[in-house]
């Protein structure tokens, strides 16, 4: 990180194309040098727990790396960890068929290609992801899917090769039993990607965040993942890890700009003594190193709890750091950006993108307001199983 990944932030800067047509996109030459030097020197696929295609690390090992790879945007590529592609070999590598492994996964673990994650619909509370309108219905030996879907990041990218679609397959089913997920092709018929859509004016060059329509999308049925019905099964079975690794790469996000918080609180002088010592920016300090360390010692519970007992009985972990992580990486953004002044708002500092990606993650694989939901119904759960008992 410090010798390789760090010093080729600004290369890579340098060697995005600029705009908003995302067919215009290219891969920076200067990613997939270090990606080749990262696995040739044996660090990649680091977050897979299967020793054959990935390191055979536990989750609480893993945190750790995610939290070092998370003082970079970029260094999760590097080491092909990067979201949504974990998630989707994760996805691929426990659910998938033979054929699915060899077709979609295997490029993936080379890091050949990139995909994305088709489940937000813009017309609907994707809070309550059972709301889904989008279809993928069962026709003989064929899956057909139809919707609207945004917010699939990686779309943009010019390595992107296919999505991972979840659509409604029998509305008469279990509540959680009627979503698929399906491997569609981005070159396949019907499949259209209609916009690239900003984040705070930013769209994420190269790999971007789409809107995309599917028009009557037909697929071989051998593209479903596990079975038709089978989505939340496997939504399930992502989510976890998956929050795992977002809640220490933003841990390690929050740690970047404390450090530049405090740099810049010990070198710039202002009526006559560093910021450090002015107003209340000391207790700020203190404040934020105090929380970073709450988060970081209650994800690494997260992780821990699923590496011995499973992920249900990290349920309500998961959601508590989903809460938790975001928001104290959002509060040390904010704190270094103020203490920077002016500059923390423009691009000579990582600030902006730091809070800007932050701010995302309480969105992202649920609003904060669903994840204290489940905490407390959980909890209500616990603390009434524990009056009976005694």
């Keep these: 990180m410090q010798d390789e990944v760090l010093p080729a932030e600004p290369v890579y800067r340098e060697q995005l194309i600029g705009g908003t047509d995302h067919r215009q996109w290219r891969q920076p030459p200067v990613m997939e040098a270090l990606k080749a030097r990262a696995r040739a020197a044996g660090l990649w696929n680091l977050f897979l727990p299967d020793a054959k295609d990935g390191q055979g690390l536990s989750h609480v090992e893993y945190a750790s790396l995610a939290e070092i790879m998370g003082h970079s945007f970029i260094a999760p590529e590097v080491f092909n960890c990067a979201a949504p592609d974990s998630g989707n070999m994760e996805v691929l590598h426990r659910y998938g068929s033979p054929m699915q492994r060899e077709r979609w996964l295997a490029p993936l673990l080379s890091g050949e290609i990139r995909s994305g994650f088709a489940m937000t619909e813009p017309d609907v509370a994707s809070s309550d992801a059972t709301n889904m309108q989008a279809t993928a219905r069962v026709e003989g030996n064929e899956v057909v899917l139809d919707g ?115 740099e810049r609180a010990t070198t710039r002088v202002a009526f006559g003594k560093p910021l450090l010592q002015l107003g209340g920016n000391a207790d700020i300090v ?46 040390a953004a904010d704190a270094a950006i103020q203490i920077h002044g002016g500059a923390g708002l423009s691009d000579d500092f990582p600030l902006a993108r730091l809070y800007t990606y932050a701010r995302v993650l309480r969105l992202a694989d649920g609003p904060d307001e669903v994840h204290r939901a489940v905490v407390a119904r959980l909890e209500a759960k616990a603390q009434q199983i524990r009056k009976e008992i005694t």
């Design 286 to 331: 203190a404040n934020l190193r105090m929380a970073i360390e709450q988060a970081r010692l209650l994800t690494l519970k997260t992780a821990w709890t699923l590496d011995t007992q499973g992920s249900k009985a990290a349920l309500s972990l998961i959601s508590q750091i989903k809460v938790v992580v975001p928001m104290v990486a959002q509060q």
């Design 148 to 262: 609207r879907k945004w917010w699939t990041t990686g779309a943009g990218h010019p390595h992107c090769r296919f999505v991972i679609f979840m659509g409604l397959s029998d509305a008469n089913a279990e509540p959680h039993r009627r979503h698929s997920m399906v491997i569609c092709p981005l070159d396949h018929p019907g499949v259209r990607i209609e916009r690239m859509l900003p984040v705070f004016h930013d769209v994420d060059e190269p790999s971007g965040h789409g809107e995309m329509s599917f028009d009557h999308v037909r697929l071989p049925l051998d593209h479903v993942i596990l079975a038709p019905g089978a989505g939340f099964e496997i939504a399930q079975g992502r989510l976890g890890p998956g929050r795992v690794h977002h809640c220490m790469r933003a841990l390690g996000a929050a740690e970047r700009a404390l450090s530049l918080l405090v």
